[in-house]
């Protein structure tokens, strides 16, 4: 029983960094109908920028998430308006295959510039564990997945509450009438593609300390983000946290009691399924 | 009757290469051959139909181990093997494309991607398909054996999308492409046609791995079902030109050639390569080579700009 708990509070830690990892791809998709491939690719180069500032500078993995944000912010806006932004009205599968190509792109780029070894970010409270009514849990687990969690119910506050929220949503709603109302859509667009790719940014830095990163693992965790953004639905910031929830729940009690070289088949099984049962998501609303 | 002579000498002098070129020619020769009839697969379902599947991959992942497990757990002759694998791809073709098939646009493309997943994850831990370590098959020398089935596997292929191309089955596909909706109101059976796509699809694709799987001796489930092979067929039907005949071969066969010379100088550059051909691609021609073929002659340069213009924000 103390396994059991023990496993299942691990899980939710996990499944509060995939809300984070997922929430910028289903902002970008919900709103600029783009399904970025490209999403897990962004997520590994904001773990480099932290790993390369923790190695270079020093500087602790905490402190570097703003910076990592800030990064993956300015390469998301550029990629949106000088490459994204030339196709968007084309047919819907080009997005797919860009993406897909942006993807390869800074996947092999990533393994010329860093080379393919694994690395680990390893700050001095790395080994940490912290005792919590019974359960011993990593340090870094707590505060990945803790921040993950405020940061991604800050986003969902700013998408509800502020002015660029609202520009967003109205934007996503409805392209002409936001225009009418002053909403610049190119502005809109880039500002909301460079929000998703920040927030892999910030997943990616977080990630890194719970995990191995090298330059390949983009495409599991795109495939990750799927399977969150599709329990979850586009709707919310708060779908997508019981989204990745689930997933990490899921993940952790598949591999303790069926094994965990089953955890993809029901991770990714439970994608199909929704999907076919449900493709406005299992929280999503229907329409 | 000209046209069909002219076919028949390219088809030809395409049969002839085993026995005029190097080693290395000729086995470039398979890879490049497997690959475009892949993407003239992938053309019937993607191009025609207009479902972009990312499913593909798994047809020519059950093609190798349906020929696999025959061969090396059953002891059955090469042929029986293929066909096998054929029968397991078109079945799970037919039971799989019901539900998935309802969905559209995005929805497809990821739940068939989740499925090729899944059936990674599923195939690593079945014992009787070697688990995750894979088989081994009997080994057949002789690489002219497999560029003729290659070749003809391809040609068949592509007569049989020749044909789609001008049957009312084809029209059938195209109009659901166009607008499922409006196909369906007109008495188009759209659940038939689209279900009939799929498994024709699967059944080339599954051939294509059967006879690879034989060729290669050596399979396991990560190379496979290995969704790059599936992203190389959407890449080169859509550069070449889908919906179009010859356009996914020239895709396939161009594609190839310049990846083959830039792997032999370094293959990373060779990846990155494919990923800059796609970004430019899809910006500047995103309906494929047989459309620029068509229209740069009359238009010029402007071709490309005027592509810009339609679909920027």
Known sequence: MALFGQVLVNGILLGGLYALMALGLALVWGVLNIVNLAHGAFIMLGAYVAFYLFTLLHLDPILALPVAMAVLFALGYGVQRGILGLIIRGPMFNTLLITFGLDVVFTYLAQIAFSADFRTLNPGYAGANVLVAGVTLPLVNILAGGIAVALTVAVWLMLGYSRLGRAIRAASQNLTAARLYGVEPRSVYALTFGLGAGLAGAAGDLYGLVSQINPYIGATLTAKCFVISIIGGLDSALGVIAGGGILGIVEALTTLYIGPTYRDVVSFGLLVVVLIVRPSGLLGRTT | ?313
């Open chain 2, 1 to 313: 009757m000209m046209r069909a002579a002219i076919w028949a000498v390219v088809l030809a002098a395409a049969a002839a290469v085993p026995w005029l070129a190097t080693p290395t020619v000729i086995q470039f020769g398979i890879n490049a051959l497997f690959l475009a009839a892949l993407a003239q697969a992938w053309n019937i379902i993607g191009g025609y139909t207009g479902y972009p599947s990312f499913g593909n991959s798994v047809f020519y992942g059950l093609g190798s181990y349906g020929t696999a497990v025959a061969m090396v757990q059953f002891d059955w002759p090469f042929p029986v093997g293929l066909a096998l694998g054929a029968l397991i791809a078109v079945a799970f073709a037919v039971l799989l494309g019901l539900p998935v098939l309802r969905l559209r646009g995005h929805y497809f493309a990821i739940a068939t991607l989740g499925l090729a997943l899944v059936m990674t994850a599923i195939v690593s831990n079945l014992p009787i398909a070697g688990s995750n370590i894979g088989l081994v098959l009997p080994l057949h020398r002789g690489d002219a054996l497999f560029y003729e089935l290659a070749l003809g596997l391809l040609a068949a292929a592509t007569f049989t999308v020749a044909w789609i191309g001008k049957s009312r089955f084809g029209y059938a596909l195209i109009a659901i492409r166009e607008d499922e909706d409006a196909a369906g109101s007109i008495g188009v059976n759209t659940t038939l046609y689209k279900v009939a796509a799929f498994a024709l699809a699967g059944f080339f694709s599954a051939l294509v791995g059967g006879i690879h799987a034989y060729w290669i001796t050596f399979i396991d489930p990560e190379s496979s079902f290995d969704i790059t092979i599936n992203v190389k067929m959407i890449i080169m039907a859509v550069f070449g030109g889908p919906g179009s005949v010859l356009g996914p071969i020239v895709g396939a066969l161009l594609l190839s050639g310049i990846s083959e010379v830039l792997a032999s100088e370094i293959s990373t550059l060779a990846a990155l390569f494919f990923g800059i051909v796609i970004v430019v691609a899809v910006v500047l021609m995103p309906r494929g080579l047989a459309h620029v073929a068509r229209w740069f002659p009359a238009v010029g340069w402007r071709y490309f700009g005027a592509n810009i213009r339609a679909n920027k924000l």
